[in-house]
């Protein structure tokens, strides 16, 4: 059971590059996120989706973008990357109701 | 808004001592809450959540809940080197499907 799977794990960018972070989840869940966590901060939602085909904008989408086409996978697109998008990118899904499951992370430098 | 504050610490107790890591949170229709270990580098992984008030056991591990006061707590008895994480706290709303997660409070056992 492998859970919710992100690739990659690192990752360097050029100031004006695109790139895309790809999530996938064998627990059939509906519910899924993307959260970035910068240096002793907390975890701040980007994007979420409530099942395929549905997303919505969390607290901080600006600069991103999603699609959710099947109920496993769940890519974070990043257009036109900034150095402010340096950060540790999370995956996570979760059932609805309980707990959420968490990605290994995508750990993103853009120079 | 829903907040869910926590103190970042670090909070530092000797090995064999307990810890007590606090969350409150504004939201009164607030449910269901977790709490996450996330260790330097790696993905937060969920080690208790709890639903009622009261207090729930699961090993050393207690967690406290008093929805009229609004906190949520986590005690770490026998602290152990190899509880030095982050703690993330994370609270669920009623009919909502997006926790809201705490900036996490730093422990660290010393020997």
């Known amino acids: 059971n492998a859970g919710v799977t992100q690739t990659p794990k690192f990752r360097i960018l050029k100031i004006g590059q695109s790139m895309t972070l790809q999530c996938t989840q064998d627990?059939?869940?509906?519910?899924m996120y993307w959260y970035r966590q910068d240096p002793g901060m907390g975890l701040k939602l980007i994007y979420y989706?409530?099942?395929?085909?549905?997303?919505d904008k969390g607290e901080v989408p600006n600069g991103y973008n999603v699609s959710r086409s099947t109920t496993e996978d769940f890519p974070l697109r990043l257009e036109l990357a900034a150095p402010s998008q340096t950060s540790v990118y999370f995956c996570?899904?979760?059932?609805?109701?309980?707990?959420?499951?968490f990605g290994q992370g995508t750990r993103l430098t853009v120079v | 808004q829903k907040e869910v504050e926590q103190n970042s610490g670090p909070l530092s107790v000797p090995e064999g001592a307990i810890a007590s890591l606090n969350c409150t949170y504004s939201?009164?229709?607030?449910?269901?809450f977790f709490w996450y270990r996330q260790y330097s580098g790696k993905s937060p992984e969920l080690i208790m959540s709890i639903y009622s008030n009261g207090d729930k056991e699961d090993g050393r591990f207690t967690a406290q809940l008093n929805k009229a006061s609004q906190y949520v707590s986590l005690l770490i008895r026998d602290s152990q080197p190899s509880d030095s994480a982050t703690y993330l706290c994370?609270?669920?709303?009623?009919?909502?499907?997006?926790?809201?997660f705490g900036r996490g409070t730093s422990l660290i056992v010393h020997p």
């Open positions: 994370a609270g669920l709303s009623g009919g909502s499907y997006i926790p809201t």
């Open positions: 939201d009164r229709g607030s449910q269901s």
């Open positions: 627990m059939n869940h509906n519910y």
């Open positions: 996570a899904s979760s059932g609805g109701s309980a707990e959420a499951f």
């Open positions: 989706s409530v099942g395929a085909g549905i997303t």
